[in-house]
């Protein structure tokens, strides 16, 4: 769980402690790397890619580490915890759906 970073040229993640990918290019001084930040929720792994600011991905891993601690759910989306069974049944109870003959 951590802060990562991405190589621009292979595109392959691994840690900041890394000076060089395993392509050969050098990580330490280039600007074009990406960040990502990768945590566990309520089980599985998730990744989350975040863009060229370090900072950014550091104030978002903080916000995702607290979140967890106060047992928060972390997604960003509340309606991506709908099921289609869910949005199926909402949509058939539409009145406009229940006039149509088909």
């Not at 990768?38 to 950014?56: D, H, L, Q, T, W």
């Amino acid at each position: 769980m951590g802060l990562l970073q991405e190589c621009p040229a292979c595109k392959k993640r691994f840690s900041l402690a890394r000076e060089s990918c395993h392509c050969g290019f050098k990580m330490k001084k280039s600007s074009g790397k990406t960040y990502w930040i990768e945590f566990y929720e309520f089980g599985p792994r998730k990744r989350e890619r975040i863009g060229p600011n370090k900072e950014a991905a550091q104030q978002r891993l903080r916000d995702v580490l607290k979140a967890r601690t106060e047992e928060r759910y972390i997604e960003k989306d509340p309606a991506t915890r709908l099921s289609l069974g869910t949005i199926c049944a909402w949509y058939l109870d539409l009145p406009e759906v229940k006039a149509k003959d088909s």
